[in-house]
């Protein structure tokens, strides 16, 4: 869609391994709601999903979930 700037960073949201998949697809609709965007969802080798999410939600998902393994901020490939 031309013209649309999505002024929010992408994440990368993983979550716990317990964390079941309709806990994720609750976590994903919330990321929605709050203003986001997903932009890839994993099922077979992370339990999780990739959006540009709001400061203010990022914030929720890193402080208040209990669910939540680790966020990580998406950026250029590095060199190894």
Known sequence: MAGIV???KRYTVV???N???ETVMKY???VVE???R??????WFLNG???AIPEDH???LNNDSADVDYIEAEGLPRRC
Do not use: P, R, S, W
Not at 38 to 43: A, I, N, V
């Open 34 to 36: 709050a203003g986001g």
């Open 6 to 8: 999505y002024k929010d």
């Open 19 to 21: 964390v079941t998949e």
């Open 38 to 43: 997903l932009t890839q969802t994993y099922d």
């Open 49 to 51: 999903f990739c959006a």
């Open 28 to 30: 994903m609709a919330d």
């Open 58 to 60: 990022l914030q929720y």
């Open 15 to 17: 979550f716990k391994n």
